[in-house]
């Protein structure tokens, strides 16, 4: 018999939300469902804010869950869908939800969900349809995934830098402290420096290349550069 798909939900808001404890510490565990007030058991995106709140993705709406209670979201509060796909943090603490059908993002000063065109303005990216959105750990750099190009928004200097960018089916974006790395189609890497603003291509074996045309890599830099 299958498992419950609410099995995945516990283990990740496990993951999430518990701190690290001792061997000798009593932790308790909570399975969340439907029955909790989740919209969905199905999750397919799960997110810590960095006010404490957990952030459910499902494929019938959005939950905010405040580890009492969840706190459902729908089209009649402002998203843009039900099926969300993602979900992410902005340098002014802002919450981007990532759905099929458009993207938006909650903030928490207007109590609104904000299209995504309206934020992305603000803030100088000129991107329009976002196609994918991340950060850094502290939130201080916002990168922003287009048809043509990634945008990075560095608050600390109040600046928005640009990339150009082909075929994104196939970029899957990466942020390593203060560079952003991505392929393209042709599993070239790309290193774009957010304190230069120079990109410059990474250079690997051909062979290795020749493997990964055509797939879509995934990409994870480290802190020692690897």
Not at 81 to 94: F, H, K, P, V
């Amino acid at each position: 018999m299958k498992r419950p798909q609410s099995l995945v939900i516990f283990l990740l808001i496990l993951l999430c939300v518990c701190a690290p404890a001792r061997a000798d510490e009593l932790m308790a565990f909570h399975n969340l469902t439907t029955a909790d007030g989740l919209t969905s058991n199905r999750v397919p995106a799960i997110y810590r804010d960095s006010r404490g709140f957990l952030w459910v993705g499902t494929e019938e709406g959005l939950d905010r869950y405040d580890a009492y209670r969840f706190c459902s979201f729908t089209a009649l509060d402002g998203l843009p869908g039900a099926r969300i796909s993602s979900l992410a943090e902005d340098t002014q603490g802002r919450i981007w939800v990532m759905t099929l059908d458009g993207s938006a993002c909650y903030s928490y000063q207007d109590d609104r969900f904000v299209p995504a065109e309206e934020a992305l303005s603000a803030m100088g990216i000129r991107i329009r349809e976002p196609m994918a959105v991340g950060s850094n750990q502290d939130h201080s750099i916002f990168w922003v995934l287009g048809e043509e190009s990634i945008a990075a928004y560095i608050a600390a200097q109040g600046r928005v830098l640009e990339f150009p960018v082909t075929d994104t089916r196939y970029l899957l974006p990466c942020l390593q402290e203060d560079r952003i790395y991505y392929a393209d189609a042709e599993a070239r890497l790309f290193c774009a420096d957010l304190r230069t603003g120079v990109r410059e291509e990474i250079q690997y074996p051909e062979d290795f290349r020749t493997l990964l045309a055509g797939s879509v890599p995934v990409l994870y830099a480290d802190r020692r550069g690897g």
